[in-house]
Each structure stands twice: as structure tokens, then as C-alpha cells.
């Protein structure tokens, strides 16, 4: 799995704003950045996978202490594979943690 090195820069939903070319114009501050409150989600307010994972107190779903829960394919249907993604995501970032 490919993705950014520092996985502290992971999004709620797994994606990552490192490298994104609307971030990088200036167009979207990012998930993180504005607590996902991001133009992409102006109509309906706060992203509410953000949300979930700031309720949960957890970086990303997959390092959520309810990982996978029932909501997860819901929340994040663009990705038919989240859980399995969320997994390698949470695997690399406790490795990544354990080395610090």
C-alpha cells in the first residue's frame, strides 16, 4: 500500500490532503486543518466521518477503539474495500508509532 510517510497526516475517512492539488491552491484547508468543515461538505456542514472520529477521540476510523463498527461502509461508501484499507492504514501507523 503506497500513501504518505507521516501517517499522522491521515484523514478521518483514510485519505490524505498531503500532495492534494486543491490544498495545495489554496482552494480546500484540508479535513485536519479546518476540522472537517471543508467546502466539499459546505451544504451539509461538518464531514461526519470527521465528526465520528473526533467523538471517538481517534486519529482515523481504523485506529477507532470501535473499528470496524457497523457504521464504517456507510460513512465511507466511496471506498467498497474501507475496512481492509482502514486496517493496513492502522497496521502501518502502530508500526510507524512503535519506531518513535
Known sequence: MTGPADLSKITAC???CEGCEKKAKGICP???DADGYVPEWAESGRCRV???VREHRALFCGVCGEFPCDKITDLIHWNKDIVGKMTELAQ???EQE???
Open 30 to 32: 484540508g479535513c485536519i
Open 50 to 52: 470527521h465528526a465520528c
Open 92 to 94: 502501518r501507523y502502530r
Open 98 to 100: 512503535n519506531k518513535s
Open 14 to 16: 483514510g485519505e490524505c
